[in-house]
């Protein structure tokens, strides 16, 4: 039994690992959909989870080790 819960775990840390999408796929895609909506003026830069930003926090990267931050011009 123990070893089934120790499989279980391994296999959802496992999976969750290979989820954590790049930065700049995350930004690529985020950019594709203001651009459509003809936003202008922006930037998207990917800081550490854990430091504080003026910018909205709008995506997360990195398995959440980053966020996706956008500030207007």
Known sequence: M???V????VLVFASS???ATPCDE???AIAA???????????LEAVPSDQNTDGKVIGTCEGGAKK????RK
Do not use: E, M, S
């Not at 120790?6 to 775990?9: E, I, N, Q, R, S």
């Not at 959909?33 to 930037?43: F, I, M, P, Q, S």
């Not at 996706?68 to 500030?71: A, E």
């Open 2 to 4: 123990t070893r089934y």
């Open 6 to 9: 120790l499989l279980t775990a």
């Open 17 to 19: 690992a290979a989820v």
């Open 26 to 28: 995350v930004k690529t």
């Open 33 to 43: 959909k203001l651009d459509a909506k003809h936003v202008t003026h922006y930037t």
């Open 68 to 71: 996706i931050v956008y500030t």
